[in-house]
Nanobody, 123 residues
Framework: QVQLVESGGGLVQAGGSLRLSCAAS????????MGWFRQAPGKEREFVAA????????YYADSVKGRFTISRDNAKNTVTLQMNSLKPEDTAVYYC????????????????WGQGTQVTVSS
């Protein structure tokens, strides 16, 4: 069982930055692939970024590539999403997810999910 708690969301102007964090419970965090997803009002949840258990492989949606960076600290049971050059279309609830063997890094079929944190980017 893994519990995930996101933090760091908020309101920012276009072009600004935010850093999201996800704190995970449990002693096996280092065995989980981690992902960030987002869901805007009226839209389906979509993949943002993912990182494998060791941090050696990262994956990004085309829409955030070059602007967002995912990283993890297995000693601290945390995964972060650094978001730069934010755009109004990045506005959404951002979710952290964990799975030991996700179907694919981009899939929403992760086993564990956090409650989400709101990110709002004003124009």
């Amino acid at each position: 069982q893994v519990q995930l708690v996101e933090s760091g969301g908020g309101l920012v102007q276009a072009g600004g930055s935010l850093r999201l964090s996800c704190a995970a419970s449990g002693r096996t965090f280092g065995t989980y692939a981690m992902g960030w997803f987002r869901q805007a009002p009226g839209k389906e949840r979509e993949f943002v970024a993912a990182i494998n258990w060791s941090g050696g492989s990262t994956y990004y949606a085309d829409s955030v590539k070059g602007r967002f960076t995912i990283s993890r600290d297995n000693a601290k049971n945390t995964v972060t999403l650094q978001m730069n050059s934010l755009k109004p279309e990045d506005t959404a609830v951002y979710y952290c997810a964990a799975d030991q063997n996700p179907t694919s890094p981009h899939s929403t079929n992760y086993k564990y999910w956090g409650q989400g944190t709101q990110v709002t980017v004003s124009s």
